[in-house]
T-cell receptor, first 112, second 114 residues
Framework: DTAVSQTPKYLVTQMGNDKSIKCEQN?????MYWYKQDSKKFLKIMFS???????INETVPNRFSPKSPDKAHLNLHINSLELGDSAVYFC???????????FGPGTRLTVT | DQQVKQNSPSLSVQEGRISILNCDYT??????FLWYKKYPAEGPTFLIS?????DKNEDGRFTVFLNKSAKHLSLHIVPSQPGDSAVYFC?????????????FGQGTRLTINP
């Protein structure tokens, strides 16, 4: 009965590859997010979708493309991976009008 | 330009004593503040929050204080327990560039010693 789940939990890949991270929430929330936690441990918003519509798109390279097939899913596709993309990526969800966001367990991406 | 700062990267407290975690922010547009707790290899979990119209919110052993004039908030845990050992993130919510966003501090690692 996991509320927000992400797959995979760990991802090791080489520079130049394309990879995807999947996120699903079963809380019935209508807003989903992707965050990046870098080596300095800052959690920074990357994208947010509300009812499948993109509402937040921070200054993120266009190699990163979110896709929301429905309200319960928000996937993150990354093209041409670079060393600097190595980080932990967290998916989160919330109900519109609520400040509280619920986070997934994170995906540790390592680019070699 | 870090809008939310937690200046103590780590804090060590004796079990049973009070733990005080601090957070400062710079943007006066923030209208809601939250504390999250994070264990290794897990995502952050919501702990307690406070609206900008209040100066205190209490939930069991956890109390959050907000000083708007100083742009400072703190989380008090009393009494501290070994299970409280984790990284604590302060987060501030505000309407930034047309969208409601959560801005996080860099976290404080709390260690409770038996």
């Amino acid at each position: 009965d996991t509320a927000v789940s992400q797959t995979p939990k760990y991802l090791v890949t080489q520079m130049g590859n394309d990879k995807s991270i999947k996120c699903e929430q079963n809380l019935g929330h209508d807003t989903m997010y992707w965050y990046k936690q870098d080596s300095k441990k800052f959690l920074k918003i990357m994208f947010s979708y509300n009812n499948k519509e993109l509402i937040i798109n921070e200054t993120v390279p266009n190699r990163f493309s979110p896709k929301s097939p429905d309200k319960a899913h928000l996937n993150l596709h990354i093209n041409s991976l670079e060393l600097g993309d190595s980080a932990v990526y967290f998916c989160a969800s919330s109900q519109q009008g609520s400040y509280e966001q619920y986070f997934g367990p994170g995906t540790r991406l390592t680019v070699t | 330009d870090q809008q939310v700062k937690q200046n103590s990267p780590s804090l060590s407290v004796q079990e049973g004593r009070i733990s005080i975690l601090n957070c400062d922010y710079t943007n006066s547009m923030f209208d809601y503040f939250l504390w999250y707790k994070k264990y290794p290899a897990e995502g952050p979990t919501f702990l307690i929050s406070i609206s900008s119209i209040k100066d205190k919110n209490e939930d069991g052993r956890f109390t959050v204080f907000l000083n708007k004039s100083a742009k400072h908030l703190s989380l008090h845990i009393v009494p501290s327990q070994p299970g409280d050992s984790a990284v604590y993130f302060c987060a501030a919510s505000g309407r930034i560039q047309g969208a409601q966003k959560l801005v996080f501090g860099q976290g404080t690692r709390l260690t409770i010693n038996p």
